[in-house]
């Protein structure tokens, strides 16, 4: 079981959008720790796609958008595309357990 | 441009030892926490321990905390993971990334991985 829980799947149409949401406790993201979201095509190591809650890498398309609000964050991704089909992950930090700490993963498929 | 190249991974019976190391080019290593990430078949990611520069702090996960040590050589640019004792929920395909953060993680480089399989 993760210390931050999302949703094993969420699907959409193409050029639809969809949320992906990350929920913690108080000892990770209610504590103020930054929320990152990672990106995993199929076969391949994972991608940073969000950075400090809501930021971008330079490439990363402003498709893909992050938010946090008290004890959890959520990733949308507008204008789905069929190259959008991957593993997703959230990670913050956890004081109580001095760890770094992983969503379960929500994989994508595009409809 | 930033590399990190995995070798190491195979084959080991359960409570045999692995060594996994991790070449790094691209960027001053000595500068930066470096990491270990790995994720079982099919399954998520799970952080597994952190260095710091000088190799002054390390952090594990608890269910690594005494079979797996992390180490690394600034002068030859490596990371290493030492792994003693495997289990056959060992089994992963193991990544070295950069922590951004230091040890609460921001992963912006990651390696290609290699799998570790243990079973008998």
């Known amino acids: 079981q993760s210390v931050l829980t999302q949703p094993p799947s969420v699907s959409g149409a193409p050029g639809q959008r969809v949320t992906i949401s990350c929920t913690g406790s108080s000892s990770n993201i209610g504590a103020g720790y930054d929320v990152h979201w990672y990106q995993q095509l199929p076969g391949t190591a994972p991608k940073r796609l969000i950075y400090g809650n809501s930021n971008r890498p330079s490439g990363v398309p402003d498709r893909f958008s992050g938010s946090k609000s008290g004890t959890s964050a959520s990733l949308a991704i507008t204008g789905l595309q069929t190259e959008d089909e991957a593993d997703y992950y959230c990670?913050?930090?956890?004081?109580?357990?001095?760890?770094?700490?992983f969503g379960g993963g929500t994989k994508l498929t595009v409809l | 441009e930033v590399q990190l190249v995995e070798s190491g991974g195979g084959l080991v019976q359960p409570g045999g030892s692995l060594r996994l190391s991790c070449a790094a080019s691209?960027?001053?290593?000595?500068?930066?926490?470096m990491s270990w990430v790995r994720q079982a078949p099919g399954k998520g990611l799970e952080w597994v321990a952190n260095i710091k520069q000088d190799g002054s702090e390390k952090y594990y996960v608890d269910s690594v905390k005494g079979r797996f040590t992390i180490s690394r050589d600034n002068a030859k640019n490596s990371l290493y993971l030492q792994m003693n004792s495997l289990r056959a929920e060992d089994t992963a395909v193991y990544y070295c990334a950069r922590p951004l953060y230091g040890n609460k993680g921001l992963f912006d480089y990651w390696g290609q991985g290699t799998l570790d399989t243990v079973s008998s």
């Open positions: 990670q913050s930090y956890d004081s109580s357990l001095s760890a770094v700490v």
């Open positions: 691209g960027f001053t290593f000595s500068n930066y926490w």
